[in-house]
């Protein structure tokens, strides 16, 4: 999937809209973990989030390929924004299907950008699952969260974190579907690295976890977790294969040791991060022990959290 020639093809695409995000290594940060950490911020994203990358490079090769119908997904969010807005570019109408529970703020910025957007089931999976049914009945094309446009694009985040930090000793990064750890370990591999990336869960939606311990898919009845971009109880078979064979280990971090991470992000840089956002830095604050001295990153995916539930964290309040 990722050869220098595809991944050129690739980074044209995305840049056309989207510029390099930071990527800084925060004294108050590493001082709090006794490592030099190098925080990826993909919460400065246009959309404020990773998923933007890969939904410009899906909907670009749609419309080359004449694929001009509308689309459908599943999200809580993110994905949702991602795809209409590079739908709406294309000139392509697009549907998103989240759950009823669903943050109203992320809903308001799906329908700003034009989605049709439907609340139906109480989590990600039954609202997936209406979704691929009003796909066969309005003749649209189900978009999924894993695909490998979706991977290719979000990669070049990692690309520009390693360019700007060099070959980091390990690399702490969320997991949701799994676009994300892909897309690090697939530009790990083209450029040559040796870094250890570590795939992070929420405890109560370690579907992946599982996954890795059993070495296949395997899902979950539940995915209980205040971090609706992790929230997932069906892993996705070509992504756990991905995984299972390319990460080191997998983290899982309950919803405390997340809160704990998105106060620790806001005061010692001042940035917003939804839970899905801070669970990779609460992995490495989980494994801080075995960190010191090391080279160490962790991707902050996103910031779309509602300011109530920003400020139940912030004041220690369980959102």
């Not at 490079?57 to 590079?86: C, D, F, K, W, Y």
């Not at 280990?249 to 809160?259: G, M, N, W």
Request: a negative charge; charged letters at 20%.
């Amino acid at each position: 999937m990722f050869t220098p020639e595809a991944f050129n093809a690739v980074k044209e695409i995305v840049y056309s809209h989207v510029q390099p995000t930071l990527q800084h290594n925060w004294p108050l940060l590493a001082q709090e973990l006794g490592c030099e950490l190098w925080l990826k911020h993909e919460n400065q994203t246009p959309l404020g989030a990773f998923k933007v990358r890969g939904g410009l490079v899906h909907m670009r090769r749609r419309r080359e390929a004449g694929l001009l119908n509308g689309v459908i997904m599943a999200s809580t969010g993110n994905h949702g924004q991602s795809i209409p807005n590079a739908a709406r570019l294309e000139g392509i109408e697009a549907t998103v299907v989240v759950p009823k529970n669903n943050s109203p703020e992320k809903n308001a910025a799906m329908r700003a950008l034009g989605a049709r957007l439907i609340e139906v089931g109480d989590d990600f999976s039954a609202a997936a699952a209406y979704a691929r049914q009003l796909a066969r009945d309005e003749n649209l094309d189900m978009i999924p969260s894993f695909h490998p446009d979706l991977v290719l694009g979000v990669g070049t985040y990692a690309d520009e974190l390693f360019q700007a930090a060099g070959a980091l000793d390990a690399l702490y990064v969320p997991i949701g579907l799994g676009s994300g750890i892909c897309g690090v370990m697939g530009v790990r591999d083209m450029l040559g690295l040796k870094t250890k990336v570590i795939g992070v869960v929420a405890a109560g939606s370690n579907a992946y976890a599982l996954s890795f311990r059993e070495g296949k898919p395997v899902s979950t009845n539940v995915a209980d977790t205040f971090a609706e971009g992790v929230a997932v109880r069906e892993p996705n078979p070509e992504a756990v294969a991905l995984i299972n064979a390319g990460a080191d280990h997998i983290v899982e971090v309950s919803d405390a040791q997340i809160r704990a991470a998105t106060r620790l992000i806001f005061k010692t840089t001042h940035n917003l991060a939804e839970g899905a956002g801070a669970v990779a830095l609460a992995g490495a604050m989980a494994e801080r022990d075995t960190l010191k001295g090391q080279r160490v990153g962790a991707v902050l995916s996103g910031g779309n959290i509602d300011a109530e539930k920003f400020a139940a964290i912030l004041t220690e309040k369980t959102p």
